[in-house]
């Protein structure tokens, strides 16, 4: 049985060293720094194209070969997590960021807009996208007697296509929005249809409501620009209604930073909901995850190499009991 006994030995020793070295020991599911990505837009309203409309693409995060996001400098002071579990999480994250770019004039990596397929494909002439975490803005486009107000998303590049766990490159998505038909009958005049927007702010600080400041300012942004500043605090219900609108613009919220808490800006309705989280910690080196994805740099190839050593443990134990049988 001495065979038996160095076999194991052998298996076991083989089985430790590839627990203990680091995931990314393994490249061959790792992103190449050396390729170019790129991102093309389809935006289409079922068979018509969305021509002209203007899209923007901003760097969040940089990413190695492992799949680390470390975050620029231009988002490097917003109170968010860069974690996406799922889409909805993305979303989220897109619609909070958006805000404070618009608010700060950060300058995109690239911008441009849609051809007559309603098309449009990054980088641009001339430029190069380094790879990494992006936000996705479009400007509000009127086309056939609607509006089009494109809903921001984030963007991966490369993205990491599950399945076969290969990155790929070159990503085509296609743009969601919001229409709205623009009021022709009877005939008003440009500016004189009114609106309102609420804002809605939300704890999320379970046994910590002491630390909660006593009070917070949020921003009305008419497109991209702070058109009201308000205090929203326990007298008012954390809670605050904007009147008499014009509906040409596009409005959007963002929080003035607030430290100790990270925060999310959603939409529902008219009424933004501003929510803030006690105690995150804002972490670079995250993967940006979509879905039941492996964590940071780990690959799934070793797990089938594991299982298939685990079966051979199993015929070698089979085999060793019948060998004891027959001696015996």
């Not at 020991?25 to 389809?42: C, E, H, K, Q, Y």
């Not at 068979?47 to 680390?68: I, K, P, Q, W």
């Not at 006690?278 to 964590?295: A, F, M, R, V």
């Not at 780990?298 to 299982?307: G, T």
Request: with cysteine.
């Amino acid at each position: 049985m001495t065979i038996f006994k160095r076999l194991s030995a052998f298996l076991g020793a083989m089985l430790l060293i590839c627990m203990l070295l680091p995931v990314s020991a393994f490249a061959a599911g790792s992103i190449d720094p050396n390729r170019d990505v790129s991102l093309t837009i389809s935006y289409r309203d079922g068979n018509t194209a969305l021509r002209g409309a203007s899209f923007s693409v901003y760097l969040v995060a940089t990413v190695d070969e492992y799949g680390e996001l470390t975050t620029t400098n231009d988002f490097a002071n917003y109170n968010v997590k860069i974690r996406g579990k799922n889409d909805a999480a993305w979303r989220t994250l897109a619609s909070t960021l958006e805000g404070y770019v618009l608010r700060d004039g950060l300058t995109p990596a690239d911008k441009g807009t849609t051809d007559r397929q309603g098309s449009i494909t990054f980088p641009s002439t001339g430029k190069k996208l380094t790879q990494g975490l992006y936000l996705v803005i479009g400007s509000r486009l009127t086309q056939n007697g609607r509006r089009y107000d494109p809903a921001p998303f984030m963007a991966m590049l490369p993205a990491q296509n599950i399945t076969y766990n290969t990155w790929e490159y070159d990503i085509a998505v296609n743009a969601k929005y919001d229409s709205s038909a623009i009021p022709t009958n009877p005939p008003v005049t440009p500016g004189t249809t009114r609106i309102s927007r609420k804002v809605l702010k939300v704890w999320e600080d379970d046994g910590f409501e002491a630390e909660r400041p006593k009070e917070i300012e949020v921003q009305l942004l008419r497109g991209g620009e702070v058109y009201s500043t308000v205090k929203l605090n326990a007298a008012n219900n954390w809670r605050y209604t904007w009147t008499d609108l014009d509906s040409r613009y596009a409005w959007k919220v963002v929080e003035k930073e607030l430290e100790g808490y990270t925060v999310t800006v959603t939409r529902e309705g008219v009424t933004f909901v501003v929510t803030n989280t006690y105690g995150e910690t804002i972490e670079d080196n995250e993967t940006p995850l979509s879905g039941e994805l492996p964590k940071t740099g780990q690959l799934w190839w070793p797990v089938p190499v594991l299982i298939a050593a685990g079966l051979l443990f199993i015929i070698i134990g089979l085999a060793r009991r019948r060998g004891i049988r027959y001696e015996n």
